[in-house]
């Protein structure tokens, strides 16, 4: 899975960036109630460790 589709996924249920850093932006989850880092590499597969990491941060899992 690419980072725009994950992207994708986290805003259909109402994930959303508050911040952009270097190398990450910080995206808001309204299911779990935490910030988390996501990476600014959209067009790149992300890794299964990362993407496991985003999918219990963002609340999709």
Not at 18 to 35: L, M
């Amino acid at each position: 899975m690419t980072g725009a589709e994950m992207a994708k996924q986290m805003k259909n249920i109402g994930c959303y960036k508050i911040r952009e850093g270097g190398n990450h932006e910080i995206w808001y989850s309204p299911v779990t109630n935490r910030e988390f880092p996501f990476p600014r590499h959209y067009s790149k597969e992300l890794g299964t460790g990362i993407e496991n990491k985003l999918r219990r941060d963002s609340g999709l899992k």
